[in-house]
């Protein structure tokens, strides 16, 4: 099971909108309504940020959001604030690996 | 609250095994999968694994089956994730998560394990 591919980085201007996009293939981000997406700072653990496609936890910031197109998933973060500078990984229940799930290959968000 | 506190960082020498742990509290431990990541440094994220405690059906990424073993202990909420004789490529941050409609929705604090001679 190959991981799912993201751009290595990402930037944009405080108060500008990013989107990170995470591609799979017909038997994992295709497939399934089943995408998450992680922040992770430097020396923290990750956070949940997106499930199911396009839903947001409880406490995180609806400048947030999800969408989904055939194997391509997306990550948009409006209003770009400096606490949004970190790495991000989308993650996608699949259908061919044996441990049920896939992480992205990861997205570095820079602000310019 | 729920919680996942993780056993401290580990520093070994190739060969040796390890186990360390992820110690549950605030929900019903074996009504949720318990996950293990694997973060190597300056890497993504990697999903090694899964474990379902109330029947501890476990199931593993290819690239790691084999080379780990991952194990619950519904008497006390606690899973775990062990190496027989670990090698320098181990040396990684490894995290456990809770799996909650398919997504991770709670943390561990992370394991470093250091394998060094």
């Known amino acids: 099971q190959s991981a799912l591919t993201q751009p290595a980085s990402v930037s944009g201007s405080p108060g500008q909108s990013i989107t990170i996009s995470c591609t799979g293939t017909?038997?994992?981000?295709?497939?399934?309504?089943?995408v998450s997406w992680y922040q992770q700072h430097p020396d923290k653990a990750p956070r949940l940020m997106i499930y199911d496609v396009n839903k947001r936890p409880s406490g995180v910031s609806n400048r947030f959001s999800g969408s989904k197109s055939g194997n391509t998933a997306s990550l948009t973060v409006s209003g770009l604030q400096a606490e949004d500078e970190a790495d991000y990984y989308c993650c996608s229940y699949t259908a061919t690996s044996t441990s049920l799930y896939v992480f992205g290959t990861g997205t570095k968000v820079t602000l310019l | 609250e729920v919680q996942l506190v993780q056993s401290g960082a580990e520093v070994k020498k190739p060969g040796e095994s390890l186990k360390i742990s992820c110690k549950a509290s605030?929900?019903?431990?074996?009504?949720?999968?318990i996950g293990w990541v694997r973060q190597m440094p300056g890497k993504g994220l990697e999903w090694m694994g899964i474990i379902f405690p109330a029947d501890s059906d476990t199931r593993y990424s290819p690239s790691f089956q084999g080379q780990v073993t991952i194990s619950a202990d519904k008497s006390i909420s606690t899973a775990y994730l062990q190496w027989s004789s670990l090698q320098a490529s181990d040396t990684a941050m490894y995290y456990c998560?809770?799996?909650?409609?398919?997504?991770?929705?709670?943390w561990g604090q992370g394991t470093l394990v250091t394998v060094s001679a």
């Open positions: 605030g929900y019903s431990f074996i009504n949720n999968w």
């Open positions: 017909s038997t994992d981000v295709g497939l399934y309504n089943l």
């Open positions: 998560a809770r799996v909650d409609r398919d997504s991770c929705d709670y």
